[in-house]
């Protein structure tokens, strides 16, 4: 027996919240003023009323659908119907109608919904003043409720504009993480391949040779074993240095670090970096950490310098971190070497650049753009 799933019913999506459910209290207004009338006029204000409760719950399972202007231009003839036929204070039902006006991102849709709103205000203020003379002067107090819902629409879709565009962002943020992931993935496996890789054939190797001399020559095997031995705790060693790598430090942690490894190396360190980075994100700090540890070990391995300098600052728009030595300097061969070509990479995901110059030594200047972050804002569908 097949049993097929079936979609649980809900008055309103549950991702809007307790919202719809309040606005639902603004109804009660055009209720009171049915009550005064009767007979079949009554009814048909009440079923109106009802019919227009169901337009305001299909509205919000309709977003994005053909169906949904149907919904819309149903609430507006309702609306026009009701303030001119039963009592123009029907005309507050409109605060219904903007809301979901709002919602539209097409700018010709929104334009045409609204005009139509527009006009499903006026005509009824027109047919009382024209034909039935009961506008009177006292009654024009809700005017500026009319002129603020006609306003609305375009603050709601302002305000969504801005949250998909935070979204977005969110949803780039959350790739170039991903990206980052898989960098990281293959610079690893890198390092498994020109480190490991190698230290692992040659114990291979060694394994074979012993295996051949433990019955010609067992003082040659056992030094063989012993070079072995000392090539595995170099393996472990290169493991525990990837492990290590694969850590997240922040910058101030890897500034710390690289002061440490500068002075094990007998140089003398100028490091003028603040107690407090701001930089914008995780993700920024993470990859200016991976440079400035790639850019370190560049001068220790290969500048022979006796001073090196770390430095920081920031510009209205950027952060810079320099790192100088006085060492040897850098050829154009080496630029394109040396890890400098990841660096620039890992830069590059955050819109960042790596520059190299040759001037009594070597300096390397990594810059970042600052990013001002949209200020954070509530949830505007009803």
């Not at 409109?94 to 499903?120: C, H, R, S």
């Not at 959350?174 to 980052?180: G, S, T």
Request: with cysteine.
């Amino acid at each position: 027996m097949y049993m097929t799933a079936q979609t649980k019913w809900e008055l309103f999506p549950k991702r809007y919240g307790f919202f719809p459910y309040i606005f639902l209290i603004y109804l009660f207004i055009p209720a009171t003023l049915l009550m005064k009338e009767d007979g079949i006029k009554q009814v048909v204000g009440y079923l109106l009323l009802l019919l227009f409760l169901i337009s305001y719950r299909q509205l919000y399972h309709e977003e994005g659908t053909g169906r949904f202007a149907f919904w819309l231009g149903l609430q507006m003839i309702i609306i026009g119907y009701q303030s001119m036929v039963y009592d123009y204070n029907f005309l507050y039902l409109g605060f219904f109608t903007a809301n979901f006006i709002g919602w539209y991102a097409d700018k010709k849709q929104f334009q045409a919904a609204w005009f139509a709103l527009m006009g499903t205000l006026s005509l009824p203020i027109l047919y009382h003043v024209i034909f039935t003379g009961d506008f009177s002067k006292e009654q024009f107090y809700m005017i500026p409720f009319l002129i603020v819902i006609l306003v609305s629409p375009f603050g709601i879709r302002s305000m969504n504009k801005n949250m998909e565009l935070e979204k977005e962002l969110d949803e780039a943020n959350a790739k170039i993480k991903e990206l980052v992931k898989r960098e990281e993935r293959t610079r690893i496996a890198q390092d498994l391949h020109d480190t490991l890789g190698h230290t692992l054939s040659l114990i291979t190797l060694k394994s074979q040779l012993v295996e051949r001399l433990i019955t010609k020559d067992a003082k040659r095997a056992i030094e063989e074993v012993s070079e072995i031995e000392t090539t595995s705790r170099s393996a472990l060693d290169q493991v525990r240095e990837l492990v290590t790598d694969m850590k997240t430090k922040t910058l101030a942690e890897e500034v710390v670090q690289a002061e440490q490894l500068l002075k094990a190396a007998n140089m003398n360190v100028k490091i003028n970096f603040p107690f407090q980075m701001h930089v914008d994100s995780s993700l920024t700090e993470h990859m200016l950490s991976l440079c400035l540890k790639e850019a370190v070990t560049n001068v220790v391995k290969h500048s022979r310098a006796s001073k090196c300098w770390l430095l920081y600052r920031e510009e209205e728009q950027a952060i810079i971190i320099q790192v100088k030595d006085n060492g040897i300097g850098i050829d154009n061969q080496s630029v394109e070497g040396n890890g400098l070509v990841g660096m620039k990479e890992r830069l590059a995901l955050v819109d960042g650049s790596l520059s190299v110059s040759k001037n009594s030594g070597t300096t390397v200047e990594m810059k970042v753009p600052k990013v001002e972050k949209p200020e954070k804002e509530g949830e505007i569908h009803a």
